[in-house]
């Protein structure tokens, strides 16, 4: 998936990564996509209630062998 902007949150725990994301996403125009890797094995649960919180749209996860990315695009 083509994304916007990248944000790298390997190596950072929860909250820094929904910390971060919220962060990003300000600096994004409507329509854009946010891609977020991350090590951090809760992010899986947490990025997407954080996008149905704030209203923005989880596209996808790609599951990778120690990381993950997450794709976000903003409303």
Do not use: H
């Amino acid at each position: 998936m083509n994304a916007d902007q990248t944000l790298d949150c390997r190596g950072l725990s929860c909250p820094m990564p929904i910390i971060k994301l919220a962060k990003a996403m300000k600096d994004l125009q409507p329509g854009q996509v946010l891609e977020l890797i991350g090590t951090d094995p809760g992010s899986k649960a947490d990025v997407p209630a954080w996008c149905n919180k704030t209203g923005n749209e989880f596209l996808s996860i790609e599951e990778g062998e120690g990381e993950n990315k997450f794709y976000i695009k903003k409303k």
